[in-house]
């Protein structure tokens, strides 16, 4: 496993479970120039994978500018992720999520989880249904 640790996340790239896993450091404020250095760490690990990537975002004190917020929804698609599972346990930081979600509407299926079980469950779901069709749309039966 790969890891990329930048001023505001430590990234990790698991290549055989195709999970990206991006924690989130304490005290994070993350700016658009962090969300920058936080993809193009992404495209160094996965290397043009296709990938679930899991935000662990259980810390206390989190902050995310408008323009970080925006430039992660609209970035991933291009850069091969499936899916993001994201990981949040404290009420502040479920309200930053809900607002990317529903304000910021990112390009891949996102949702909110509060236990890393369920969020993988979820993630390797969405990576069965993302191969399933790739089969069934190419002809492979």
């Known amino acids: 496993m790969s890891t990329i640790t930048t001023r505001t996340a430590e990234i990790s790239y698991n290549a055989i479970s195709r999970i990206l896993t991006i924690k989130i450091l304490e005290g994070a404020e993350m700016e658009l120039a962090d969300a920058l250095q936080n993809h193009e760490a992404t495209k160094m690990l996965t290397n043009t994978d296709h990938y679930l990537a899991l935000v662990d975002g259980r810390v206390k004190n989190l902050s995310v500018s ?76």
Not at 91 to 106: E, W
């Open 66 to 141: 408008r323009d970080a917020r925006s430039f992660a929804a609209q970035s991933k698609k291009e850069e091969g992720c499936i899916a993001t599972a994201l990981l949040i346990t404290s009420t502040a930081n479920k309200l930053i999520g809900n607002f990317y979600i529903n304000i910021n509407r990112p390009n891949i299926p996102t949702r909110i989880f509060s236990t890393e079980e369920k969020a993988m469950e979820w993630l390797q779901e969405s990576l069965y249904l993302t191969e399933s069709k790739r089969t069934v749309l190419s002809g492979n039966y």
